[in-house]
């Protein structure tokens, strides 16, 4: 089972449970994937494909989740970015991890279709995420 299919499930399973406590309010598995849909929609119609890196620099919170399940949805590898880092080290970072995309504007994803995004069918084997870390000892 892929880390999409996890939430795919707990949303059928457990639709109005709290998937996210936010200072806003809770955010429900239902709505988690219905984001994740949204995002996945989206990131398709900007040319995302299976095995294609994709480049996340949002603030925490629901459209950060939603972008991230929507990459893993389409069978995308994500690459989580802190959103503190200059240009110069994002640049780097995207064309190390070989990322095709970079979303930074939580408004690039808010126009996906409402069309359904079928969960890719990935094996075990197959990477999900590019962790970058501080580099520190």
């Known amino acids: 089972m892929n880390l999409a299919q996890i939430l795919a499930a707990a949303a059928t399973e457990h639709g109005a449970r709290t998937a996210l406590h936010l200072a806003d309010g809770p955010v429900s598995f239902r709505e988690l994937e219905r984001r994740a849909n949204a995002a996945a929609a989206r990131l ?44 110069r080290e994002i640049e780097e970072r995207m064309r190390t991890s070989g990322a095709r995309l970079l979303v930074d504007d939580p408004d690039l994803l808010r126009d996906g279709s409402e069309t359904e995004a079928a969960v890719a069918d990935r094996s075990s084997e197959d990477p999900a995420v590019i962790l970058f870390t501080s580099g520190t000892s």
Not at 61 to 86: K, T, Y
Request: charged share 20%; aromatic share 6%; hydrophobic share 50%.
């Open 44 to 87: 398709r119609e900007l040319g995302v494909e299976l095995g294609d890196r994709v480049g996340l620099k949002l603030q925490n919170g629901p459209e950060f989740a939603g972008a991230w399940f929507g990459a893993l949805r389409l069978g995308a590898i994500v690459v989580p970015l802190n959103i503190l880092l200059a240009p």
